[in-house]
Each structure stands twice: as C-alpha cells, then as structure tokens.
C-alpha cells in the first residue's frame, strides 16, 4: 500500500513556516488568493477533501519551501 498524506501534519508545517515568515493566517491567505476560513481549515487539516496541487504550489512558493517539504505522511 502506498502512504497516505496526513492533513494535520501538513497544516502544521505550513503554519510552522508561515509563522517563520511572520507572516498571518490573512496574510497567506490574501497572497496565495484564497479566504482566511480555508486558510485555517488547511492549517487545522479540517478538511472533507484535500487540498489541491495548484494551492500547495502557492502556499510553497510564498513560504519558501518545496511543496514535497509540506507533504507529511501517515
């Protein structure tokens, strides 16, 4: 079986980095052009459905990071 992407871990490195960069929940979230209530629901990993590729590319890009560096497994 192959690995599974862990919502919870992955929200918590992006808002490990995003807090690196001093940045707000609002403010990634205005940058990468998504709400701050989707914002905190990726961070929290309160999703019914994962996250696209395109937003975790913006969330990479705007914190720095590769997008592999943000995907956590189970």
Do not use: F, N, W
């Not at 994962?50 to 720095?64: C, F, K, N, Q």
């Amino acid at each position: 079986m192959g690995r599974q992407i862990d919502p919870r871990g992955m929200g918590l490195k992006i808002a490990y980095y995003r807090k690196k960069k001093r940045l707000s929940q609002a403010a990634l979230a205005d940058r990468i052009g998504i709400s701050t209530r989707y914002m905190s629901k990726i961070e929290c990993g309160d999703l019914s459905h994962s996250v696209s590729l395109p937003i975790l590319d913006r969330i990479s890009e705007e914190l720095d990071i590769g997008i592999e560096e943000l995907m956590a497994y189970k």
